[in-house]
């Protein structure tokens, strides 16, 4: 039964992105997006870009790419500003993240020059091995969110601006427990806000800043940021859909990928061991134990989600589960991931699969950073607001409502995000039941 398409506003105008944080992944982002409007390259890993959704029966034979399906912003209507603690604009940051090829990057460097990076929010408490001259001082941290709100109203202003979006793409900040009494209300968080309260990290002055104008915000690391009661509170009241946390890229991703397989085929595990080495500046960061280890919970955490150990206890309770960051110089962005992964099949006899990842990461999170702004935007103009689990398919953490548990599954996600967007227009769900059989 399908049923009346939800009222969309058109993406008129032009959309603002904000980034906090103009490192590897943003840089990559944005050189990869002028590219693209250049035609110099295609928009390859982009889901929103490059495709297809399946409509109604498979007799019908309809297809569409999702780009044409929901109204998403066009590439060539993205503007993007941010904020970082250097002072490079965003082509000396992309040279500098080493990411991208020189030859490419004089293509796209007169857009690439004119971002230059507002002055930061920052403090080197939440961070141990960041420090730089691009930084923001006031009295409060209060004061603070009030500059970050001027930024984006002035950049709001100057660029003619219809909508805006905010993805931070900053350093992991050290782990946070999320049960502080600051962020259970919006008036205890402003509070704490008001009194520079240690439990307000910098991401979080950020988020909030967005949250206040109305704007989407996406959580592209760990950090615990707007994953609070606080901000779901205003995101509710503003009108703002949210997502996060930490985007699904190398060797998580293919955990999301393998793990379900194993559970499908009722395989059981006795041990998954996964080591990386990694060279670039987010490595430096995660080699500080507290910024890891908000990165461990992020990565630990997906497993037991898939394989729901207390539902299979003889395949699954007791497995060994180990993750490793190595920062490694010389290796720069091309992060080398290496998983063992002990299982046992029939009559409990072992087998190993070994998997070898020579990625890239930035190379992976770059089109994850573009369709999660563009389809944040497209929650706002459907009218939704607060966490959007359906965007759980980009996430190594993802958000969700506090009384369910996350989601990790790939081929769930997806699912998910495309029946969210065949309920956007008015056309079935796919449930892949096959009522044919009673014909
Ligand atoms: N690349 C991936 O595959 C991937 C995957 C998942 C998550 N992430 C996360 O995305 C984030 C960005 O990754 P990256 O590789 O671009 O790192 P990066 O170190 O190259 O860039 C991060 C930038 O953020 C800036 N920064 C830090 N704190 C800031 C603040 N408070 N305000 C403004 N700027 C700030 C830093 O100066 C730096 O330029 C990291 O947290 C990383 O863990 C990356």
Not at 206 to 234: C, H, K, Q, S, V
Not at 370 to 386: E, F, P, T
């Amino acid at each position: 039964m399908t049923k009346a398409p939800v009222a969309i506003k058109e993406p008129q105008g032009k959309l603002g992105i904000l980034i906090p944080g103009m490192g590897a992944v943003t840089s990559t982002f944005i050189a990869g997006v002028e590219a693209i409007k250049r035609g110099i390259s295609q928009p390859i890993g982009s889901l929103t870009q490059m495709g297809t959704i399946r409509l109604g029966k498979r007799t019908e034979k309809r297809t569409p790419l999702i780009k044409d399906f929901v109204p998403l912003a066009k590439l060539e209507d993205l503007v993007f500003g941010g904020w970082d603690i250097y002072e490079d604009d965003c082509y000396a940051a992309a040279m500098k993240a080493g990411v991208l090829e020189p030859r490419l990057l004089e293509q796209v460097k007169a857009p690439m020059q004119a971002i230059k990076p507002w002055k930061a929010v920052f403090d080197q408490s939440y961070v141990k091995r960041l420090n730089g001259p691009n930084v923001k001082s006031a009295k409060s941290k209060w004061d603070l969110a009030q500059m970050l709100r001027d930024d984006i109203q002035t950049f709001k202003q100057k660029n003619n601006l219809s909508r805006l979006v905010m993805i931070w793409c900053g350093s992991t900040e050290i782990f946070m427990e999320s049960n502080h009494p600051a962020y259970n209300t919006i008036e205890s968080f402003e509070k704490a806000l008001r009194e520079s309260n240690a439990a307000i990290a910098p991401s979080m002055i950020y988020a909030y800043a967005a949250l206040r104008e109305g704007i989407p915000f996406a959580n592209g690391a760990p950090n615990l940021t707007a994953d609070i009661p606080a901000m779901l509170e205003l995101a509710k009241i503003k009108g703002s859909p949210l997502a996060g946390k930490d985007y699904k890229t190398g060797q998580t991703w293919m955990k999301t990928v393998v793990a379900p397989g194993l559970k499908a085929r009722l395989l059981g595990l006795a041990g998954w061991y996964s080591t990386n080495i990694l060279g670039n500046r987010d490595g430096e960061v995660l080699d500080d134990p507290e910024s890891f280890r908000t990165k461990e919970e992020s990565k630990l955490s997906v497993l037991d989600y898939i394989l729901q150990p207390e539902l299979y206890p003889e395949l699954y309770k007791d497995y060994f589960h180990k993750v490793r960051i190595n920062y490694y110089p010389p290796r720069g962005d091309n992060k080398e991931g290496w998983d063992n992964i002990d299982i046992f099949g029939w009559l409990g006899y072992p087998m190993q699969i070994k998997i070898d990842f020579l990625c890239r990461d930035s190379i992976l999170a770059a089109p994850i950073a573009l369709d999660v702004v563009l389809l944040l935007d497209l929650a706002q103009r459907s009218g939704m607001k607060g966490i959007q689990e359906w965007l759980s398919f980009y996430f190594k953490s993802p958000m969700t409502a506090p009384e369910l548990y996350p989601e990790h599954d790939l081929f769930i996600q997806l699912m998910k995000l495309k029946n969210t967007l065949r309920h956007l227009r008015g056309e079935e769900l796919i449930t892949h039941l096959g009522l044919e059989y009673y014909d």
